[in-house]
């Protein structure tokens, strides 16, 4: 089936166990949002989705459209139609931004099949029109010297230019402003549709007023703790995250 499915994953880093028996499924086409405190794992479950090799699976299967991804590369990963747009994106310097993404395109295509700059550069340029991205931003290097809020936009612009099929978003509302906020989400909104299933990791509400989910998930202690719909993202904000914390019935995951 076309999805992206989690299957009881444990993961440790340093002896540590982050992830205990964590379960999730994306069907295409729908966005999944997993809400939680800082330090629940969210940011590990992204990394370890996307083929991290500082994190050991202990457990558990991740499965894209039925075939178990653990083991391979990043870049078969990538290949393979995941995207991970991070919470803190990496600066590469001397590397230009239309040049980044046009290798990462390029190395999508068919072997021997050269892309095309024409196209590839109008469909960046309309690309960076949706994210207000000013056209300077091809020649500038990776995400070297850009504010918090472009560095996100420059994300999504790459999320926009790769057309993956499961795209993991890394709290991507953390450091914007409102205007930010709207440009961003407004930007993930267009490229909501039936080929692209959405993992939308988040801290706070606020963004879902922006891209409202399918399904809400709460993630506490390593494991998705309840599920829902978009209103338990309210319910969350209204009573905070204790109110999950003290339903639950292992003291362990109350810390
Ligand atoms: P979240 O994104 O929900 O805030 P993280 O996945 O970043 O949570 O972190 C979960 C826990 O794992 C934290 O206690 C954090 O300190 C620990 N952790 C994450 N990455 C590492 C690492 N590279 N080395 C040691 N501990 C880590
Ligand atoms: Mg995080």
């Known amino acids: 089936m076309s999805a992206l499915v989690i299957k009881d994953l444990h993961v440790s ?6 992830l205990r028996g964590l379960n999730l ?3 295409k086409g729908e966005v999944h949002a997993v809400m939680g405190p800082n330090g629940s794992g969210k940011s590990t479950l992204s990394k370890v989705i996307a083929g991290h090799p500082d994190y050991t699976v202990t457990r558990g299967e991740v499965l894209l459209d039925g075939k178990n991804v653990l083991g391979l590369e990043p870049d078969e990963r990538s290949r393979m139609g995941l995207f991970l747009a991070f919470q803190y994106p990496l600066e590469i310097p001397g590397v ?5 993404i046009r290798a990462a395109v390029q190395a ?3 072997e021997g099949e050269e892309l095309e700059a024409t196209e590839f550069y109008a469909k960046l340029y ?3 029109d949706l994210l207000e ?4 931003f091809t020649a500038r290097s990776v995400n070297e010297g850009f504010s918090g809020g ?3 936009r420059n994300e999504i612009l790459q999320m926009a230019m790769l057309e993956p099929s499961y795209a993991i978003l890394d709290e991507t509302d953390s450091g914007l402003d409102i205007d930010a906020l709207k440009v961003v989400s407004n930007g993930v909104n267009a490229l909501r549709g039936p080929n692209l299933g959405i993992l939308l990791i988040t801290h706070y509400q606020r963004l879902l007023d922006y891209i ?4 809400v998930h709460v993630m506490v202690g390593g494991r998705i703790v309840q599920s829902g719909g978009k209103e338990l993202a309210l319910e969350l904000e209204a009573k905070g995250y204790d109110f999950i914390r003290e339903g639950l019935e292992e003291p362990a995951l109350a810390s």
Do not use: T
Not at 13 to 18: F, G, L, P, S
């Open 133 to 136: 991205m000013p056209r300077a």
């Open 96 to 100: 230009s931004n239309a040049n980044f």
């Open 150 to 152: 472009e560095k996100k």
């Open 212 to 215: 409202v989910p399918d399904y």
């Open 108 to 110: 999508r295509l068919p």
């Open 13 to 18: 880093i340093a002896d540590k166990e982050i």
């Open 25 to 27: 499924e994306i069907p």
């Open 126 to 128: 309309e690309k960076m």
